[in-house]
């Protein structure tokens, strides 16, 4: 089931089930009133805006260095638990949003994942546990300032701008993670090319290792790495990012 966050002709808000090329409109946020519809139907047209499927509520946790290939291009080896950081959740845009290039910065990257969206208070979660506490999955851009990363030797400024987290375009509650191609594209040229079985650290292993960090609540996001490939992109330039059986997730970028 694809669940759209989306605004009709520039209104408020709303939520809906996708039926291939129509939206059907529900009560609510389904993660907190469930899948009760109103009946009304919206065709995915011009009129229709997708939006952040989610907004978190508390937090995005993001695991680094996930793909062993990503982790050498890095300069390093991949590390034997996973190394989780946080971006704030202003940080978020949706599908089509720009990502605003901070003037600070000369090296701002790409790095295309898959997200995966937290449904229930969520603490100390056995692996074996994982889908209990999982609403769905997306796509996801953990948006980087990599001369700012290395200036500041941690990575809470390079990953917290506002703008560096665009999600979407959906989410997909019943998603096979084990073998999901990912492609990133920056005005069309391939610069990522990965798998979702090319993870170290499993998404079972991901969440039951984050929520014996920190309490997960419903609508916190968990990016789960990026594979090989990260590079700049500029003022002007498209990136697109695709996941098998999730869509494309496409923002242009400008200048701050």
Known sequence: MKIARFTVSGGEPRFGIVDETEI???????????YETT?????????????APVI???????????????????????????LIFLKPNTSVIGPGDAIQLPRESSQV?????????????ARDVKKEDYADVVFGYTIANDVTARDIQKADGQWARAKGYDTFCPLGPVIETDFDFSDAAIE???????????????????????IAFASSVWTLLPGDVIL????AGVGPFVDGQKVEISIAGLGLLSNPAKNR
């Open 109 to 121: 990257e790409h790095e295309g994942e898959l997200a995966i969206v937290i449904g229930s208070i």
């Open 184 to 206: 990133v594209r920056v005005d069309g040229e391939l610069r990522q090319s990965g798998n979702t079985n090319q993870m170290i650290h499993s998404i079972p292993e991901i």
């Open 224 to 227: 789960t790495g990026t594979p």
């Open 56 to 82: 978190p509520r508390s937090k995005i946790v993001a695991v680094g260095k996930n793909y062993a290939d990503h982790a050498a291009e890095m300069g390093g080896e991949a590390p034997t638990t996973p």
């Open 39 to 51: 009946e009304e139907r919206v065709p995915l047209d011009a009129n229709v805006k997708l939006l």
């Open 24 to 34: 059907v409109v529900l009560v609510g946020d389904p993660m907190f009133v469930g």
